[in-house]
C-alpha cells in the first residue's frame, strides 16, 4: 500500500491515507517521489481560497520522483520525455503540474494562449485524489498519458529544484514577458519564492541592477544573498519612501520594468508608479482574488506609455526552461539554502502552518 | 501684417490679434495656412485643464498651408521634407505639431521612448504667442528650423487629412500598439475622433469585426457609416448589456483588442472585462487628469493574462504614415462627410463652444 | 460507393476509384463534398517533385463540404467546431488540412513551432488513400477524430474560399510574418493564388503601395484588380530594371517589406535588393527543392540590417483567421472571378494539367 | 602641442603628427585620453577595405579619457552625459563613437533604424584628422557638441571596458535581436572580440549552453575561460562535423539562436544550417565585402522556417547598456585577460600589425 497526503476539504485536518499501487496503463509512468513542495498555493487551497477545486485533493503540484514504472507503449510509441527521448525506470524526472491542456480549442489553436485553455487540471489543485495518486505529497505520484515528463541533469541536484518550486517556472514566465533589456534596472514587489526567482532571473537577462522590495527580513537577506543590489522592506518604508528610493536609483526616471509577486492588490498601483515612463509592468502575483486596487488612469497609464502585462501560469516549456538555467547556473546561486525544513507525510499538517505563517521561506514534504 | 487667433488664458474670450510677418530664418518654413483643426484639447486649453501652457498661445495643433516662403539654406543644406526631398514654394504640406524632441536625452536615444522627450514643445499647446506664429489659428504659421514637414499626395484633399485631424496619428498610434491580427475582433471604446479613426484603422488591419461603444447617435451613425459592424450606445445601455453584448459576438470570449479613446476614467476597468482572455488594451484617451478608477488586479489582469498599453502621443512616423494610408484608402472613407462647420478666424470662439458642447463632429479654422 | 480520383504515383494517369461510404467513428466527421481546390502543389505531387508522399493518394488538401454524418460522442463531448460550438449535419465548413500536429513533442511544447512537428500529415498530401477518404477530390471527406473544423459563415460563398484557395493562409502567415506598418510600400514577389493572397492582404494592413512582380500578364492583370498599385512583369523587365523601379517609388530606399511567393531560388536574392535598409523580408514560396541561390552578405544583409523570415506551412489560427477576413471583406475583392474552369471528378487530370501548365489562375474540383 | 596617431592613406605607416590644443567650443568636451582600442576596423582602414574614408584619419573608435575642459553652456545648457546629468572635469568617460546621427533623415524619424542615418560619422574611421582630434589614438580627444557622453561607474576599471572594446556594444546590439530565451542553447560563430562579447552575453541572457566555433586556439581558450560550454576549433572540423557536433548537443535539432561574428561569407550558409526549425540566426560579423555565398533557400530558409537577421552599427543605448553590464558583471568575467598588449602611440603601427596578424587578442594603445 501506498501512503499519501490527503486534504479533505478546507479547513479539515490533513490526512495520511493508503492507496493500492496503481499498474501504469498505457502510456503513463509511475514515480517513487523524492520530495514535493510545499507552497503558497497549498495553504490557499487549505483556505478554501480557490475555486473549482475537487476535494479531497492530493496536494503537491512541483514534485520530483524516481521512475518507478512506465506503462505499455501506445500508438504513439513508449512515453518520452520533452525532448523526444525515451523515458527509462530510474530516472530522476519532474513534470508538469498542468495536466489536459487540449491542444483543441480556440485558447489552444487560434489564441495560442495554452495557460487559458479550459480543459487544464493541475495536479495537487484540481484533480481529485478521488482519482488517484495524482500530487505530490504521497510516497508514489501517477503520471498519467500525456503528462509532460522532464528528466533532470546530473548538475541539478533535485532539492535545489525543488527549493525554487513553481516559484521558479512562474516567475521565468513573468520575467521573460517583462523583456528585459541588458543593464536595465528591475524592482521586484514580492520577496517569496516568486520573486525570489524573479531577482535570480532578471540577473540572467543581464539586469543592471535589481531592486527587491518586500519583507520580512529573512527574505531580504536571501534576496541579498541571491544577489539583489538593494532591497526595500515594506516594513518600514512607505510607498512615498520607496518611490523616492527607485528613481533616487535611476536617474529621476523609475524602473524599466518591474515584476509584481506580492497578491496584494495595493501593490499593483505602487508598481505602475515604480515603474518609469515607457516601462513594463509584469503582474504575476495576483493569484487569489484580494479585493480591488484604484489608480489614476491619465497620470499611471496613459500619460506614462506605460505597458501592464497580466501573467497566468506555466506551461511545458517555462519548466523545461526553468530546469535548463537552473542546471547551468546552479553554482552561482544556492537555492538549498532556502530549505528551512524538510517534513514526513505525517508532519504535513505542520509544513503547511509553517508555510501560512511565512515561518519558513521552502518547506518541502519528503515521503 | 497677419492676423492670428489668440487665446490669452483659460476662460478669457479669443482674440484676433495683428503680427508681423516674419522672414524665414535659415531652416525654416513660412506656411499659408489653408484650414486647422479645432480640436477637444483646444477645449480643455480653454478650460484651463492642461498644465504647462504659456498662455498666450495660437492655438491649431494640425494643420495644413501651402509654403509662402523658405528660409536660406542651413550647414545641413536647403529645408526638406521628411523624405529627404528639398521643400518647394507653392507646396501643399502638413508638419509634425511636436517641436524640440531633443534626440539627445535618455528617453531619446536610450529608452526610444521619444513621446516622454521632456524638451518636446507642441505648436498650438506649448509655444507661446510671444514667441510667433507657433499655432495653426492663424493667417500664416511659422516652422521653425528642425519642424518635420510631410507634402500632402494629390489624391488626399486636405479638408479630409483636417477631417481626421490629429484624432488620426493618435488613433494610428495606438492601433499599432494594438497589434490587431487578422480576423480580430476589435472593440473601439469612444466615437469621437480618435474613436472613429481607431474603427477605420482596425478595418485596415484585417480586423474580423469592428464593434463602437459610445455616442451621442451623431458619432455613432458616424461610426456606423465608416464600417463599423455594430456599436452601442452609451446612453441606452449598461455596462452588464455591454459586456453581454461584445461576449456575445465573440462565442463567449471577449474581445481581442480593444482600444479607449474616451477620457471617462471608468471606461478603462469596463475596457478590461469587454477584452478576452489573453487579449490586448490599449489605453489612449485618458488624456487629461479626470480621477481614479477601481479595479481588480486578479480578476480584471492576473488570470485575465491580460496586456494593457497606455499610448501616449505621436512621433513623425505616426502623421508620415497618417499621410500615406488617408491618401491610399482615400476612396473608401469620406472624410470630409465629418466637417460640420467652417469657421472664419473671427469666428474661432463659436468654433469652441461648439466642440466643447459636441454639436458638431469636426470643426475647422479656414482664416 | 462513392468515387474518388486517386493519385497512384508520380507521372502516372490520375484514376477514378470507387470506396465504400465510411460510418464515422467517434469524434469524426464525414463532409459531402462540394468543391475542392487544385494547386500548384497538386503539380509538384504529380511531378514527384515532393518527398514522403504516400502514394496512393487521392489529391485535394483545401476543399469545402457539408457535414453528411457525424460520429458519436467521445470523453470529450459531440465533435465541435474550432470556437467550441458543436457542429450540426448539414453545416457548410472547410478544415484545417494539417491533422495530427502531436501537441506534445519538443516543437509543439517549447519550440511553440507547430508547423514543424514531426507527426503532422497533411490530407491530400501525406496520407494515402489505403487509408481512406483523407483528400478533397472525393465525392466525401472522412475527418478524422481531431481535425480541425470552421464552419464557413454565410456572406462566405464556399467558390470564392476556394478560388483564393491554400494560397490566403499561406500568405496570411507570411503576411503577419512581414509586420507590415501603416502606409509601408509591400513589394509582393509572385503573381500566383500565394501572391495575388498576399497582395490584397496587404492592403487590409493599410499598406501605403503595392508592387507585384511577376507573370503572366494574366495574372498581373489580376493583381491589378484586386488593387496593386503596380505591377512589374518579369517576363518584360530585368532585375536591374526591376530594382530600379521600386527605388523609384520609394524615394530611392526600397520596400519596406516584400512576401516572396515564386518557388524561384534567383527570387530570393533579388528579393533582398528589392526591400530597403532595415526592411523586412518574408520568404514563403520556396515550397520544394529548386535548387542554390547566391548572395552577399555583406551587401544584401549584414550592412543593410535586413531581417529575412522563412514561412512554412499553416496552422489553425491561420484557417481561421482566412474565414474570417474573407467574409468580412468579401465585397471588396471577387474571388471567383479567379476561377477559370471547375472539372469533375472524371476531368480530374485536365484539371491538373491546366494548373501545371498555368494555363488559369485557379481551378476547382467540383464533384 | 598634442600627439596623435595619422593613418594618411591605406598601407602608408601610421606618423605621430602634433596638433594644437583646442579650445573647447560651447557644447564641446575636451578629454585626456586614457586609452584607446585596437580593433579589427582599424586593420581593415589600414588596408583601404572601407569605403568613404576620408583620410588622413586619427584611429581609434573606441576609447576611455578623462574630462579635460568643457566648453560653456549653450541654449540647452552645459555638456550632461546620457542620462542628463552634468558632466564635470576630472570625471572618466567614453562616448558613442557614431556621431551626427541627424534625427530627421527617414531613416531617423520613420524608419526608427537609426543606425542606416546616412549622416552619421564615426569617430576614428570617417572623421578627417584635418578636422581636428577626432580618434582616439592621440592625447587628447576633442568631443563635438552633441557627442553622446557616458561615465564610467566606479566599479568598472576603464581597461577591462576597452578589453571589451567596441566588440561589446556590437555583440550587445546583435545577442539583443538574437532574442535568446532561458535555457537556449546558443552558437556563436567567431571567437574575436565580438564573438567573445557575445559568448558571455549569452550567458547574461540565461542560455542553457553556449558553444562557440572559431579560433585560433588561444581564443578559444579565452571562451573557455568566459564561460562557453564547448569549443568547435574550424581549423581541425569540417562543417559536417560542426553540424553534427551542433546537433549531438541538442537533442538532433540545432541551436536555438546562432550568433555569426566572422567576418567569412561561407561562415553564413554554415551557420543557418546550425540553427534548427524555426530558430533565429544574427549576421554582425559581415562588416566588409568579402564575396558572395551559396544557400538552399528551400532547405535553408524555408522549410527551416528560419529568422535571419541582418545587424548594423551601434547606437547609443548599445554603449549606454555595455557600460551597465560591464560594470554589473565585472567580477563574473576577467576582460582584462584579454589584453595582450599596451602600446604607446609612438608603438601605433606594432599594434597594427600585432592585431592583423591575430597576434593578440585585444591591444590597447595607451598615449
Known amino acids: 500500500m501506498i501512503s499519501a497526503v490527503v486534504m479533505t476539504?478546507?479547513?479539515?485536518?490533513?490526512?495520511?491515507?493508503?492507496?493500492?499501487?496503481?499498474?501504469?496503463?498505457?502510456?503513463?509512468?509511475?514515480?517513487?517521489?523524492?520530495?514535493?513542495?510545499?507552497?503558497?498555493?497549498?495553504?490557499?487551497?487549505?483556505?478554501?481560497?480557490?475555486?473549482?477545486?475537487?476535494?479531497?485533493?492530493?496536494?503537491?503540484?512541483?514534485?520530483?520522483?524516481?521512475?518507478?514504472?512506465?506503462?505499455?507503449?501506445?500508438?504513439?510509441?513508449?512515453?518520452?520525455?520533452?525532448?523526444?527521448?525515451?523515458?527509462?525506470?530510474?530516472?530522476?524526472?519532474?513534470?508538469?503540474?498542468?495536466?489536459?491542456?487540449?491542444?483543441?480549442?480556440?485558447?489552444?489553436?487560434?489564441?495560442?494562449?495554452?495557460?487559458?485553455?479550459?480543459?487544464?487540471?493541475?495536479?495537487?489543485?484540481?484533480?481529485?485524489?478521488?482519482?488517484?495518486?495524482?500530487?505530490?505529497?504521497?510516497?508514489?505520484i501517477y503520471l498519467r498519458p500525456g503528462v509532460h515528463v522532464i528528466p533532470l541533469p546530473a548538475e541539478l541536484d533535485w532539492r535545489a529544484f525543488l527549493a525554487a518550486g513553481c516559484g521558479m517556472p512562474t516567475a521565468l514566465h513573468a520575467v521573460t514577458l517583462g523583456e528585459i533589456a541588458f543593464g536595465d534596472t528591475v524592482v521586484v514587489q514580492g520577496a517569496g519564492p516568486v520573486g525570489l526567482s524573479a531577482a535570480v532571473l532578471a540577473q540572467l537577462r543581464g539586469a543592471g541592477s535589481v531592486i527587491v522590495v518586500g519583507g520580512p527580513e529573512v527574505r531580504l537577506d536571501a534576496a541579498t544573498r541571491f544577489g539583489a543590489d538593494a532591497v526595500l522592506d515594506i516594513a518600514t518604508t512607505t510607498p512615498e519612501e520607496r518611490l523616492a528610493a527607485v528613481r533616487e536609483a535611476t536617474g529621476g526616471r523609475g524602473a524599466d520594468v518591474t515584476i509584481e509577486a506580492t497578491g496584494v492588490p495595493a501593490a499593483v498601483p505602487e508598481g505602475m508608479r515604480l515603474t518609469r515612463d515607457a516601462g513594463r509592468y509584469v503582474v504575476v502575483g495576483q493569484y487569489t482574488d484580494a479585493g480591488t486596487a484604484t489608480f489614476n488612469p491619465h497620470l499611471d497609464l496613459n500619460q506614462k506609455h506605460l505597458e501592464v502585462r497580466g501573467c497566468w501560469g506555466s506551461d511545458v516549456g517555462h519548466v523545461y526552461r526553468s530546469v535548463r538555467v537552473m542546471a547551468r547556473y546552479a553554482r552561482q546561486f544556492s537555492w538549498t539554502d532556502l530549505i528551512s525544513g524538510e517534513y514526513a507525510l505525517a508532519e504535513a499538517q505542520k509544513a503547511l502552518e509553517d508555510v501560512a505563517a511565512q515561518r519558513v521561506v521552502k518547506a518541502l514534504v519528503v515521503p
Do not use: M, N
Open 9 to 140: 476539504g478546507p479547513g479539515a485536518p490533513l490526512e495520511v491515507r493508503a492507496f493500492e499501487r496503481p499498474e501504469p496503463e498505457p502510456g503513463a509512468v509511475l514515480l517513487e517521489t523524492l520530495g514535493s513542495e510545499v507552497c503558497g498555493t497549498d495553504a490557499h487551497l487549505w483556505k478554501g481560497q480557490l475555486a473549482g477545486v475537487p476535494y479531497p485533493i492530493i496536494p503537491g503540484h512541483v514534485s520530483v520522483g524516481r521512475i518507478a514504472a512506465l506503462g505499455p507503449a501506445t500508438a504513439s510509441g513508449v512515453p518520452k520525455d520533452v525532448s523526444g527521448a525515451p523515458l527509462e525506470v530510474g530516472q530522476v524526472v519532474t513534470f508538469l503540474d498542468v495536466y489536459g491542456t487540449c491542444g483543441r480549442c480556440w485558447y489552444c489553436t487560434v489564441g495560442h494562449a495554452t495557460t487559458r485553455c479550459p480543459s487544464r487540471k493541475v495536479y495537487g489543485i484540481t484533480l481529485s485524489a478521488d482519482e488517484g495518486l495524482l500530487g505530490g505529497w504521497a510516497e508514489y
